[in-house]
């Protein structure tokens, strides 16, 4: 018999529908940070479901980040402020479950911070351009006292360009990807035989972007963010992958092959 294939239905538990109402309501506004749910009790009732459903679904929602839910609370769990964190956890699973692959982190990193360099160089204040004059000097300093006073002055640096580039999601994302991607090689970074070098080259390269930003010149702090990308993290991306990276460069890779 032909015709279409269909899928088998899937089943939806009783929490899970809970769990979708509230979220709309949180993406509607009908529901703004600081407001409280309905206590369990009023929760059962007007779901029509068992206690055991309601506490299943406030878990559910706490560990997405939107909500907090203290058991007994008789004023119902309280609907908090969006957070990366939330996002960071499921680009996070995203990355294991699916196989997002760290080629494909280092490419939407290099598409992001080039984004942020364009837009900081043509925004920023003159008080952000301290901030990043302030955490490269922080990084100089860190070259002796260890890796990882060097990485948080580097994160420093990055936050300050991604608020000049006056784009909230912008922001959250280059956080999130960032995180993901120093997480999956960490440990490669800081155990390099060469790590000193490695963060003076660092060191110039966030020289560079600084002076483009300074002078305003956003196509040139774009190339060097996707640049420095790329010199930064290729070697640690499998060959196969590497082709992806090099079709965002404006010129040949300053790295080996």
Aim: with cysteine.
């Amino acid at each position: 018999m032909s015709g279409p294939r269909f899928e088998p239905v899937r089943t939806v538990r009783a929490y899970e529908r809970i769990v979708e109402q509230v979220e709309q309501a949180i993406e509607s506004g009908a529901l703004s940070p600081g407001q409280r749910l309905p206590s369990e009790r009023d929760l059962m009732g007007q779901f029509s479901v068992s206690r055991s459903t309601v506490r299943e679904a406030l878990r559910v929602l706490q560990a997405r980040g939107l909500v907090r839910s203290r058991p007994g609370d008789p004023n119902g769990a309280e609907v908090l402020p969006f957070s990366s964190d939330a996002l960071q956890k499921s680009m996070a699973s995203l990355a294991r479950v699916e196989g997002l692959s760290l080629g494909e982190l280092v490419q939407f990193r290099m598409v992001l911070d080039g984004s942020a360099n364009l837009l900081a160089a043509r925004l920023r204040t003159a008080g952000q351009l301290a901030e990043m004059e302030a955490a490269i000097e922080r990084m100089r300093a860190a070259v002796t006292e260890g890796y990882d006073a060097f990485s948080a002055a580097d994160v420093a640096f990055h936050d300050a360009v991604a608020r000049a580039s006056g784009n909230k999601l912008i922001q959250i994302c280059v956080e999130v990807v960032r995180s993901i991607v120093l997480g999956l090689v960490a440990d490669r970074l800081a155990d390099a035989p060469d790590r000193e070098a490695l963060m003076r080259r660092s060191i110039r390269h966030h020289e560079e972007v600084l002076a483009a930003v300074r002078d305003g010149d956003g196509p040139l702090a774009a190339r060097l963010a996707r640049q420095t990308m790329y010199d930064y993290y290729a070697g640690y991306v499998p060959a196969a992958e590497r082709p992806a990276l090099r079709a965002l460069l404006d010129q040949p890779p300053t790295v080996p092959e």
